[in-house]
């Protein structure tokens, strides 16, 4: 029981972070890679790397590698109470429409 509630407590850590909520707040709408969570937070690439390192080793997101690249997604087989709280953020879709349509993905 104990085990269970600590892991629960660092789990609830890892979503506590603004930074990392936003992420999966696009990662909810659609697989992007690291450059394009730069442009969209308009962060710096290492610490983009590190909040998605801090969610893939949690097991929120998953990597996936295309030659250089790195594309991320949601892992849909999480904790139902960790479902629910990524349920529970906010839309990106429309900071991702017109992230698509102002040409600023340079990188993929």
Not at 28 to 35: T, W
Not at 36 to 42: E, I, K, M
Not at 45 to 69: D, M, N, V, Y
Not at 76 to 82: H, K
Request: a neutral charge; proline letters at 3%; glycine letters at 6%.
């Amino acid at each position: 029981m104990e085990h269970a509630i600590e892991n629960m407590s660092s789990l609830l850590k890892i979503v506590s972070d603004k930074t990392r909520l936003t992420i999966l707040g696009y990662l909810k709408e659609k697989e992007l890679c690291v450059c394009d969570l730069v442009d969209l937070l308009g962060a710096s690439q290492p610490g983009i790397s590190q909040h998605l390192k801090k969610l893939r080793t949690a097991g929120f997101i998953l990597e996936r590698r295309e030659g250089t690249w790195a594309y991320f997604r949601l892992n849909t087989e999480i904790e139902p109470y960790l479902a629910h709280i990524i349920d529970a953020i906010p839309s990106q879709k429309s900071e991702l429409e017109r992230y698509r349509g102002s040409n600023q993905n340079h990188c993929c």
